[in-house]
């Protein structure tokens, strides 16, 4: 599977498998990377964030928190009705099953000011990487940010964090979308895109 994007019915069945498949309910590094990466949202309260890879919904509802409204795409049926159920309180966020980037709900996401990709992009491969780059920065306003993170260690996906990351990066600079903020732990890299008119 290296070098190819993951497919829809795997992380299915991941979340068949298991409800919580990388624990993001109970892991301290999940609680804390969940943390660091709502800390490098631009401090003005996003108007509209879009969230792609949102699993069960957990960085959902604290993204929600900061944010007027959310728009949240995974690719499993199984983790979105998980999610729907944990902010089924917040009628400000709203749920889309879909995969990316072919699947990218582009005019339901077109117009918002912060896309968040949390541990998404090593699933994917190098060309998925950059179709998916060109999405999101048709739909975030030039204004907006886009935040990532990146697990940084030993992994059997099509991608290193580090080097989905630097795909990634590459594909938005080229759209004149720059990293504004970089930080890096033992574990994950966290990275904030700024058009060049806010940088």
């Not at 992380?11 to 068949?16: G, H, N, S, V």
């Not at 699993?55 to 509802?61: C, E, H, K, L, N």
């Not at 996906?157 to 630097?166: K, V």
Request: hydrophobic share 40%; with cysteine.
């Amino acid at each position: 599977m290296k070098g190819e994007s993951w497919t829809p019915d795997t992380f299915e069945a991941l979340f068949r498998a298991s409800p919580d498949p990388w624990r993001f309910e109970t892991s301290p590094y999940e609680h804390e990377k969940l943390a660091h990466l709502l800390a490098c949202i631009p401090h003005a309260r996003p108007r509209f964030a879009v969230e792609v890879g949102c699993a069960t919904g957990v960085g959902t509802r604290m993204l929600a928190a900061r944010c007027g409204r959310v728009l949240a795409i995974d690719a499993s049926a199984t983790a979105l009705a998980m999610a729907r159920r944990r902010c089924g309180d917040m009628g400000h966020v709203s749920f889309v099953e879909s995969f990316v980037p072919g699947g990218y709900p582009a005019s339901r996401a077109a117009g918002c000011d912060l896309i968040v990709l949390s541990e998404l992009l090593y699933f994917l491969g190098r060309d998925d990487i950059r179709r998916l780059a060109a999405c999101v920065t048709d739909s975030v306003t030039v204004d907006g940010a886009l935040v990532l993170a990146n697990w940084t260690g030993p992994t059997d996906t099509p991608c290193t964090g580090d080097e989905a990351a630097g795909h990634f990066i590459a594909a938005c600079r080229e759209r004149l979308w720059v990293p504004d903020l970089s930080e890096r732990t033992a574990t994950y890299r966290i990275d904030r895109l700024r058009h060049v008119s806010q940088s």
